[in-house]
């Protein structure tokens, strides 16, 4: 979780709404979720935060980023945790 918070610090914009992180196997799985489509410049960001986060892992681990827009029920799909969830965003449900 701290490798995580790590790399997020600077990486928050406006649009981002929650990060979600987890483990399947040797593969760490990133979830970004944003209020709109979010922008190249962004989506670069999340895959910095990924670059950041696995560099604090041996081989055999993997990565894998993903950057999806919060669906109109507000239901995000929550891995082992969350790193990041804005302030006041009344829309989420992890489910």
């Known amino acids: 979780m701290i490798s995580i918070q ?3 610090l600077g990486a928050i914009t406006d649009n981002l709404v929650a990060v979600t992180c987890g483990f399947e196997g040797t593969q760490i799985r990133i979830k970004a979720y944003f209020t709109s489509e979010p922008s190249e410049q962004e989506i670069e960001e999340i895959q910095c ?3 950041e986060v696995i560099a604090d892992f041996p081989a ?3 990565i894998e980023e993903s ?3 919060v669906p109109p029920d507000g239901r ?3 891995l082992d ?8 965003h009344q829309v989420l449900t992890f489910g």
């Open 6 to 8: 790590r790399a997020l």
């Open 49 to 51: 935060v990924g670059t």
């Open 60 to 62: 055999p681990y993997t």
């Open 67 to 69: 950057c999806s827009v």
């Open 76 to 78: 995000l799909e929550k």
């Open 81 to 88: 945790f969350t790193a990041f969830l804005r302030a006041g």
